[in-house]
């Protein structure tokens, strides 16, 4: 079972989030499942893998950033520091802010969702179990400078197209602003997962075009233990559009989990 709601951030502008439960909510247990840069809450890896943790016993909400999809808010919104306060506003909003007390509190994204959610893991101590999954280091790395910061400065926006979800032939166009990369230099995903003391799952795929399994393995290097690292097989970074590759990655989600009893 799941509902949709609206969650105030710290301005005030409201996140479109939908929240799945568990059929037994007597394990008390939080996920909080983070789409990548500029992806969808709805897309199928992230409701997917929400609607795998109910199964577990995770009350699991995922949702979209400010100034992205359904939730409030300009594109000139949208930051990685405004990202961070989105996911504490969620945060804040299931815990009730100290009145509802979960045993167990896990954090999981894709790509930029993983970035985002190593560096909130990082800062927030309740987190017991962090997923990153196919998330690169930064957001520009010195392979791709030239042609991302340094094009996207010269021309002041980057224009990103979406796929609509359960429609991968329409898409919505994102005119994100410079000042996205400016705001990301502030973030270094090997010193942010080496604050980490709970275990992490570094999670790559075979056929990622995106994020190498270099980069990948750096960041399981810096990782304290207990740690793991799983290169998926035959899949690439947007293995979201395979509802079998979706459900192979969430297994090996659901095995991480079980092994280390978040």
Same mark, same amino acid.
């Given at each position: 079972?799941?509902?949709?709601?609206?969650?105030?951030?710290?301005?005030?502008?409201?996140?479109?989030?939908?929240?799945?439960?568990?059929?037994? *909510?007597?394990?008390? =247990?939080?996920? +909080? %499942?983070?789409?990548?840069? &500029?992806?969808?809450?709805?897309?199928?890896?992230? @409701?997917?893998?929400?609607?795998?943790?109910?199964?577990?016993?995770?009350?699991?909400?995922?949702?979209?950033?400010?100034?992205?999809?359904?939730?409030?808010?300009?594109?000139?919104?949208?930051?990685?520091?405004?990202?961070?306060?989105?996911?504490?506003?969620?945060?804040?909003?299931?815990?009730?802010?100290? *009145?509802?007390?979960? =045993?167990?509190? +896990? %954090?999981?994204?894709?790509? &930029?969702?993983?970035?985002?959610?190593?560096?909130? @893991?990082?800062?927030?101590?309740?987190?017991?179990?962090?997923?990153?999954?196919?998330?690169?280091?930064?957001?520009?790395?010195?392979?791709?400078?030239?042609?991302?910061?340094?094009?996207?400065?010269?021309?002041?926006?980057?224009?990103?197209?979406?796929?609509?979800?359960?429609?991968?032939?329409?898409?919505?166009?994102?005119?994100?602003?410079?000042?996205?990369?400016?705001?990301?230099?502030?973030?270094?995903?090997?010193?942010?997962?080496?604050?980490?003391?709970?275990?992490?799952?570094?999670?790559?795929?075979?056929?990622?075009?995106?994020?190498?399994?270099?980069?990948?393995?750096?960041?399981?290097?810096?990782?304290?233990?207990?740690?793991?690292?799983?290169?998926?097989?035959?899949?690439?970074?947007?293995?979201?559009?395979?509802?079998?590759?979706?459900?192979?990655?969430?297994?090996?989600?659901?095995?991480?989990?079980?092994?280390?009893?978040?």
């Amino acid at each position: 079972m799941h509902e949709d709601v609206f969650i105030k951030n710290n301005r005030g502008l409201k996140l479109s989030a939908t929240v799945h439960h568990s059929a037994n *909510k007597s394990y008390r =247990k939080l996920a +909080l %499942i983070l789409p990548g840069f &500029l992806d969808s809450k709805d897309y199928l890896n992230i @409701s997917g893998l929400s609607n795998s943790l109910t199964e577990l016993g995770y009350t699991a909400v995922r949702f979209n950033p400010s100034g992205t999809w359904d939730s409030e808010g300009k594109i000139e919104d949208y930051s990685m520091t405004q990202y961070l306060e989105d996911i504490k506003s969620v945060y804040n909003f299931m815990v009730k802010n100290g *009145k509802v007390e979960y =045993k167990k509190i +896990l %954090i999981a994204g894709h790509s &930029l969702g993983g970035m985002m959610s190593i560096i909130y @893991s990082a800062r927030n101590k309740s987190i017991g179990g962090t997923i990153a999954i196919m998330s690169p280091q930064k957001l520009v790395r010195t392979e791709n400078f030239e042609e991302r910061a340094v094009k996207w400065k010269k021309e002041k926006i980057k224009i990103s197209k979406r796929d609509i979800p359960n429609n991968k032939d329409k898409f919505v166009e994102f005119k994100v602003p410079f000042v996205f990369v400016e705001d990301s230099f502030k973030y270094d995903i090997l010193v942010e997962v080496s604050k980490i003391r709970k275990p992490v799952l570094i999670l790559a795929g075979e056929l990622d075009s995106h994020i190498s399994l270099k980069q990948a393995k750096e960041v399981y290097l810096k990782a304290n233990r207990p740690k793991q690292f799983i290169v998926v097989k035959g899949i690439g970074h947007d293995y979201r559009f395979s509802n079998k590759e979706v459900k192979l990655v969430n297994k090996y989600i659901s095995d991480f989990i079980i092994k280390y009893n978040l």
